[in-house]
């Protein structure tokens, strides 16, 4: 495998699981007191990605409960920037399968030079 490779399926594995962190903040989203995760992507040595999972400790709102009256804290998920994620994700997944797609065809010009 060469480098190139190994960073585009590096990145796609670290973007596998931004998608799962994300489906989890989004089906968690009107859970009481639920902290989502952050993902962050720290680049390794010599070659690729890797994933870091975080809770930031921002606070959910405070609401009144119907039923009993007593205070409680709601998850700090926000909708608005998971929905930002399930946009732009798809799209770093087509970039990087782009990366792989353009080595390919440039193995294939120096295949077909060398022929």
Known sequence: MSVISGIALSALRSLDKKMETTANNIANANTDGFKRDRVEFQETYPQGVKVTLS???????????DISGEF????????????VDLITTPLQYKLDLEVLKTEDEMLQSLIDIKA
């Not at 809770?55 to 409960?65: C, I, R, T």
């Not at 409680?72 to 929905?83: A, F, G, H, P």
């Open 55 to 65: 809770k930031p400790d921002e606070p959910g709102a405070v609401v009144v409960d």
């Open 72 to 83: 409680k804290e709601t998850s700090n998920v926000s909708l608005e920037e998971e929905m």
